[in-house]
Antibody
Framework: QVQLVQSGAEVKKPGSSVKVSCKAS????????ISWVRQAPGQGLEWMGG????????DYAQKFQGRVTITADESTSTAYMELSSLRSDDTAVYYC??????????????????WGQGTTVTVSS | QSVLTQPPSASGTPGQRVTISCSGS????????VYWYQQLPGTAPKLLIY???QRPSGVPDRFSGSKSGTSASLAISGLRSEDEANYYC???????????FGGGTKLTVL
């Protein structure tokens, strides 16, 4: 059973950066696409971007272009999401999610079928 | 404001059939598969429907998905109290180059 385990909660100052990790168990990392989705308090889901680890190809939402960097380390089956220039409205729960397949996020037929437990990022002065 | 439009709320009584709509455009729903996610309070989203009308293993056949043109729907039959959750549609958007989610629909079982 594939699992995605994320790093712990973070509290950051405005203007700083945060890096969240997402470790996949099992041997499916190389056959998967990993997306990052966030959810502000009381709000809906918002896709930030994704990566195809075996190809190193990234895909970012226009809103986050230039501020988010998604990387992956195949040797440890871990994906990372770094968000810079943090603002108070970046306070949210950040999820990683897997799609089975190596097409860009949203085009793998399986959908986001495995999700991490979420990482709470609080941005406050 | 979300690219995909969902009603903010829906409701039904146990045993009823409820439908949640998701309206998009030719740049997203019109040309791509649609996915539905269920999110219970305080938990991560769960995949409910993939490839517009397919159910993952373990999802009851009370849940079904469909699409017509630039709109998609999630139908829940034989409504149960445990179906009370937020539901999100999602698809790939061509020009925005990424995945887009609907704003979510809060389903209440009366």
């Amino acid at each position: 059973q594939v699992q995605l385990v994320q790093s712990g909660a973070e509290v950051k100052k405005p203007g700083s950066s945060v890096k969240v990790s997402c470790k996949a168990s099992g041997d499916t990392f190389s056959s998967s696409t990993i997306s990052w989705v966030r959810q502000a308090p009381g709000q809906g889901l918002e896709w930030m971007g994704g990566i195809i680890p075996i190809l190193g190809t990234t895909d970012y939402a226009q809103k986050f272009q230039g501020r988010v960097t998604i990387t992956a380390d195949e040797s440890t089956s871990t994906a990372y999401m770094e968000l810079s220039s943090l603002r108070s409205d970046d306070t949210a729960v950040y999820y990683c999610a897997r799609e089975w397949g190596i097409a860009v996020p949203g085009l793998n037929l399986s959908g986001m079928d495995v999700w991490g437990q979420g990482t709470t990022v609080t941005v406050s002065s | 404001q979300s690219v995909l439009t969902q009603p903010p709320s829906a409701s039904g009584t146990p045993g009823q059939r409820v439908t949640i709509s998701c309206s998009g455009s030719s740049s997203n729903i019109g040309t791509n598969y649609v996915y539905w996610y269920q999110q219970l309070p305080g938990t991560a989203p769960k995949l409910l429907i993939y490839s517009t009308n397919q159910r993952p293993s373990g999802v009851p056949d009370r849940f079904s998905g469909s699409k017509s043109g630039t709109s998609a729907s999630l139908a829940i039959s034989g409504l149960r109290s445990e179906d009370e959750a937020n539901y999100y549609c999602a698809t790939r958007h061509a020009s925005l180059s990424g995945v887009v989610f609907g704003g979510g629909t809060k389903l209440t079982v009366l």
